[in-house]
């Protein structure tokens, strides 16, 4: 099967404000007051980590038939370590998350064998999981457009 390409297109707003945008479906980013923003909405650190939460319980449920788990019921807390000065800068100072951790909880009656089953499909499954922990390229083109270029108004 050939890959399937899945977009999101990215628009700044207001302060810190950023609006996302993916199937007709959107989505606001910002960053809490301490930092900056005006707090209406999660930072890309808190959507990473609910992304990696979301596609873990997704996952699950596609899951758990094949390993014959009857899912009630199932959450995930993920919290991740971000040094705020590599964000800011600081030489030396990694930027990114150091380590994220995870703990899935399941509401179930079935097995615990089968329970342990469907966990390790999840962690070994998860696109979102396995994009974090393996290395990647990122590709990154710049494009700089003059504000007479665009005209009057700007959508996208």
Known sequence: ?????FKGSVRSME?????????GLRVMFDEPEELGGTNEGMNPIEM??????????????????KFGVELRSMWVDVEGDLNIDGFKGVPD??????????????????AEEQVIKLAEAVENTCPVGDT???????????????????GEPYHF
């Open 15 to 23: 302060g810190l404000r950023v609006e996302g945008k993916s199937r």
């Open 132 to 150: 974090l922990a393996s290395s990647m390229n990122v590709l990154v083109k710049r494009h700089i457009r003059r504000s007479a270029d665009l």
């Open 48 to 65: 990473l980590l609910n992304a990696l939460g979301a596609c873990q319980i997704i996952t699950a449920k596609m899951y758990a038939p």
């Open 1 to 5: 099967m050939s890959a399937t390409v």
């Open 93 to 110: 100072v990694k930027p990114g998350l150091q380590e994220i951790r995870c703990n899935m909880h399941f509401v179930t009656d079935s």
